[in-house]
């Protein structure tokens, strides 16, 4: 099926990505490529350690399509490889600003240089990614893929694994959090 892959399914195109077809991978990285974005700014703002991330997911994915066995949908397997990511770009970070910071502060905020067109847009956009930035990783996952992903609770306990209770918990406590945070901002 070499040529255009834009009317394949997921799995045509994962088969013949195993098999060496570059376009066929270049079809899934363009399939994948915003909800990958989506995901890994929601965790880390955006920032040039956002676009590492995102290319470092799909070479993981490209060196494990091998692995992948169909079991989940292909987007779901993405995203636990962004997820992943990212979350161990949290760890390192913490782990780095912790061993450096004089005033015991690990919390790391990129500035950007303002675009007086948007200015109210950015501001807005700057105060929803501090307050996602002050939330603990494991309520700022879910936040993401809730509130800015668009999954439902049940496609985010399977995608993380967890327990639907779970996520309906860390849901409302990420929520209470997140007003706590834009009230004082």
């Not at 892959?5 to 060496?20: F, H, I, M, T």
């Not at 770009?89 to 015991?104: H, N, T």
């Amino acid at each position: 099926m070499k040529g255009s892959y834009r009317q394949a399914d997921d799995s045509e195109l994962v088969k013949a990505s195993v098999n060496g077809d570059r376009l066929a991978f270049s079809e899934i990285v363009e399939r994948y490529r915003r909800m990958v974005a989506r995901t890994v700014k929601g965790m880390l703002g955006d920032s040039v350690f956002s676009e590492d991330i995102g290319q470092e997911v799909f070479i993981k994915l490209y060196h494990s399509l091998s692995d992948f066995r169909g079991e989940a949908r292909l987007s779901t397997y993405i995203q636990k490889i962004a997820i992943n990511l990212t979350l161990n770009e949290i760890k390192r970070r913490k782990r780095f600003f912790s061993m450096f910071s004089q005033d015991g502060e690990n919390e790391l905020y990129e500035h950007e240089i303002p675009d007086p067109e948007n200015e109210q847009k950015r501001d807005a956009t700057e105060l929803v990614s501090k307050a996602l930035a002050g939330l603990e990783p494991k309520f700022r996952i879910i936040v993401t893929m809730r509130m800015l992903q668009g999954y439902s609770t049940k496609e985010t306990a399977e995608i993380l694994n967890l327990p639907l209770g779970t996520v309906l918990s860390r849901l409302s406590r990420a929520q209470e959090q997140l007003k706590e945070i834009l009230g004082k901002l």
